[in-house]
């Protein structure tokens, strides 16, 4: 009895799991085509990157090579004394704009002060004995004339006048020698600039060998660019030359000028020169710049720095191509040539009408699908 009642309630139990999928199955059914709507299918991959582009197109390409230049003053310097002493007073501070005369420096003149007054007081006494001896000539000339002197005493008071005279001339030189010996001790700048480093000090001792300073004039400037020997053969005046900043900011546009016959024995280089404007007074001089000398001209494929990647050394870019009607991005391996401002040369692996990718490139493998933006 108990095995019987066992295989009905299976029975039952079977037959009703049956009937409950079955509904199931039938809801499924009607609730995917309610309105018409189709069933879902499972996804095909990973939804489509967005992606900006760039096209490859053939554009002047500029062969360049940047060197580092040194900036000089056209009009510099250095402010020495012509005489020694001590450092009484220092006039301007470094930096300064000066005027040509402007004192710089004063050197103790107390010591020369009275070397002149001496040699001024030794010129009036010069002068007190040419008026002696022409009162001398005067009376030995109403003398010879009563015969009461003679001839050669005559001659002895001209010439002692003659002698005067030229004692006289020779006190004056001393003076006029020793009041511009004065003069120098007041170092005035020889011409209009800026003042630079001021090594002495008050009190220090300078002699002619002394730098007191530099006045540098820096409304217009050289550029010294030092260009390797196997260069010569290419540099020409009215090369154009770029001026950039350390950080890659363009300073001024300028041409050269100058190129040396000569190569330096202990560098191996030809100097080039070339002349910039300063009106704003960015530049100093003895500032190092970034020269870039541009060679030439000529036609050539460049891709945005921001579209190429490299892997173990080697660049490479995402290419857009069309694939099974959608778009996909293909790894492709380039040459590259230099870089001007944001982009490269390409040598190799890229053609015009070229498509790359230029924005989320690190987030794409190689096939991976992408939808252009912009």
Same mark, same amino acid.
């Given at each position: ?18 009937? =409950?999928?079955?509904?199931a199955a039938l =809801? ?39 060197? %580092? ?28 704009? %000066? ?119 820096n409304d217009r ?25 350390? $950080? ?72 857009a191509e069309e ?18 401002? $944001? ?32």
């Amino acid at each position: 009895m108990r095995s019987t009642m066992t295989r009905s309630l299976s029975s039952f139990a079977i037959r009703r799991l049956v009937h =409950l999928t079955v509904a199931a199955a039938l =809801l499924s059914g009607a609730g995917a085509c309610r309105g018409g709507e189709a069933a879902p299918t499972p996804s095909a991959g990973p939804p489509p990157a967005p992606v900006q582009l760039a096209t490859i197109e053939e554009v002047p390409v500029a062969e360049t090579t940047e060197y %580092v230049a040194t900036l000089r003053a056209i009009r510099s310097t250095s402010v020495k004394p012509q005489v020694e002493g001590h450092v009484r007073r220092i006039f301007v501070a470094s930096g300064d704009r %000066v005027a040509a005369g402007t004192p710089l420096v004063l050197i103790d003149p107390d010591r020369q002060r009275a070397a002149v007054e001496s040699a001024e007081a030794a010129l009036a006494a010069r002068r007190a004995d040419l008026d002696y001896a022409r009162q001398q000539l005067a009376r030995m000339k109403d003398l010879f004339a009563q015969r009461v002197v003679s001839r050669a005493e005559l001659d002895q008071a001209e010439t002692a006048v003659k002698t005067a005279e030229a004692a006289l001339e020779a006190a004056g030189a001393q003076v006029r020698a020793g009041q511009v010996q004065l003069q120098y001790y007041q170092v005035v700048a020889p011409t209009a600039g800026i003042v630079g480093d001021i090594p002495v000090r008050v009190g220090d001792r300078v002699t002619p060998d002394t730098v007191l300073t530099t006045v540098d004039s820096n409304d217009r400037l050289e550029v010294y660019i030092p260009v390797p020997a196997e260069r010569a053969s290419r540099l020409t005046t009215r090369l154009p030359v770029q001026l950039l900043a350390e $950080d890659g900011a363009p300073l001024a546009e300028v041409a050269v000028t100058f190129v040396s016959p000569r190569v330096d024995p202990d560098t191996q280089t030809v100097l080039a020169k070339a002349i910039v404007g300063n009106p704003g007074g960015r530049l100093r001089s003895n500032q190092f710049v970034r020269a870039r000398i541009t060679w030439a001209t000529r036609p050539g494929l460049v891709v945005p720095v921001l579209a190429v990647l490299r892997l173990n050394g080697q660049p490479f870019v995402f290419v857009a191509e069309e694939q099974q009607g959608r778009l996909v991005a293909r790894q492709r391996a380039v040459r590259l040539g230099p870089i001007t401002g $944001d982009r490269y040369t390409v040598v190799d692996g890229l053609a015009p009408g070229d498509r790359v990718v230029v924005s989320g490139v690190q987030r794409l493998g190689d096939g991976a699908p992408i939808q252009a933006q912009g």
